[in-house]
């Protein structure tokens, strides 16, 4: 089996209009079996978008048209490529509640999902972590250094991983490394390897799934998968599922990083 657990589709407003029948394609032609598109998750609808454009996620407004897409898919390529229906959840603390109101509604819709940390807060204001290496660099200077940010990121992901989001809960943690970015910019003066070692034992624990991510690997000022080798040869010897995702924005984003990954 030859999976990709991760993809992105038209209906992200900061991603590419690839129509989603052409990610299908060059999938099947690139040889892989199944598919996951994960789209970002409308938001919490109180919860006010940090980056500049608003253009974080889907639109509550767009989901029904993006299932309706997907099931289109899955019947035209029945028999040729297993295609699942999911969901990039965001999972923002303190809006808990609004996440569980949107995956009791599309839950039952979805077959496979991914739970991702990309916006933090810090003295009342929120930063998306990923949005650009200014955004970065502004929040080292909000947190009082690298190190922080990152202990806050871990911290975070760790409070997603042991969440009460309902039945529907996503079951694949997304990018859990995604703190390191913008690593070769902004290196951090510790190893965070006692905070990623206890992210996987509450993985294990609650029986959830790993994001292997290659996005990392092609971005200039990081230059690893999220999460890197170790941690995933790690993961795989405690005996957690690990699902390679390109994180693909963009056809051309089709199968990114893998031949730089090992464990595949």
């Known amino acids: 089996m030859k999976r990709d657990g991760h993809i992105h589709t038209p209906f992200c407003p900061h991603g590419s209009k690839d129509a989603m029948e052409e990610y299908v394609e060059r999938l099947i032609a690139l040889g892989y079996t199944h598919i996951t598109f994960t789209e970002h998750a409308p938001l919490p609808r109180d919860f006010i978008d940090p980056v500049p454009e608003k253009d974080s996620a889907m639109q509550f407004g767009q989901m029904d048209d993006y299932l309706k897409e997907i099931d289109r898919l899955k019947r035209k390529y029945d028999g040729r ?5 999911g969901l990039e959840v965001d999972y ?4 808990e509640e609004g996440t569980k109101e949107l995956l009791t509604k599309y839950g039952p819709f979805l077959d496979d ?3 991702s940390v990309h916006f933090l807060k810090k003295d009342g204001a929120w930063y998306c972590l990923d949005y650009s290496d200014e955004t970065f660099g502004r929040m ?7 190190d922080a940010v990152h202990e806050d990121y871990y911290r975070a992901v760790l409070s997603s991983i042991r969440s009460d989001l309902g039945p ?3 079951k694949r943690i997304g990018h859990m490394t995604l703190a390191n970015k913008f690593q070769k910019l902004y290196p951090t003066t510790r190893s965070f390897s006692r905070d990623i070692s206890t992210i996987l034992e509450a993985i294990l624990a609650n029986g959830l799934e790993v994001d292997y991510n290659g996005a990392g690997v092609i971005k200039p000022h990081c230059g690893e998968s999220y999460p890197p080798e170790p941690v995933i040869r790690k993961a795989y010897g405690m005996g957690i599922p690990v699902v ?3 994180d ?3 056809v051309r984003g089709l199968d990114q990083g893998r031949t730089r990954m090992t464990f595949l």
């Open 140 to 146: 080292t200077e909000a947190y009082g250094g690298v």
């Open 248 to 250: 693909a924005h963009t």
């Open 168 to 170: 529907y809960k996503p």
């Open 113 to 115: 999902s991914i739970l």
């Open 244 to 246: 390679y995702g390109s």
């Open 81 to 85: 490529i297993v295609i699942l229906a």
């Open 92 to 95: 923002i603390e303190g809006y």
